[in-house]
């Protein structure tokens, strides 16, 4: 019963945006650190952000530095990502992933994975 659930994919035109959520049920995210993660067809996954489960605490990869951001929402038990000016390698399908307090030195340490959100971006 305890999960994770993606959502807010879709399609989206270049320079657009997406808000992403990662919501917890049966269990709550109050002392977790909830990373995000993609991958494109064919291709490794990659990380994108993490945040703390206090919240204090961030980090994003290179290409998505300016344009995403991650925040969380503990009293609805959710993560979110917010994805600005979008590029079309941004496609993939996009993960979330949380272990509990600090954010993990890689996606290995982290425990519970949901099942993945599609994002598109194309003109």
């Known amino acids: 019963q305890l999960q994770l659930v993606e959502s807010g994919g879709g399609l989206v035109q270049p320079g657009g945006s997406l808000r992403l959520a990662c919501a917890a049920s049966g269990f709550s995210l109050d002392f977790y650190a909830v990373g995000w993660f993609r991958q494109a067809p064919g291709k490794e996954r990659e990380g994108v952000s993490c945040?703390?489960?206090?919240?204090?605490?961030?980090n994003y990869a290179d290409p998505v530095k300016g344009r995403f951001t991650i925040s969380r929402d503990n009293a609805k038990n959710t993560v979110y990502l917010q994805m600005n000016s979008l590029k079309p390698e941004d496609t993939g399908v996009y993960y979330c992933?949380?272990?509990?307090?600090?954010?993990?030195?890689?996606?290995?340490?982290?425990?519970?994975w949901g099942q993945g959100t599609q994002v598109t971006v194309s003109s």
């Open positions: 992933a949380a272990e509990l307090f600090s954010c993990p030195q890689g996606e290995a340490e982290f425990g519970l």
């Open positions: 945040i703390s489960s206090s919240g204090g605490s961030t």
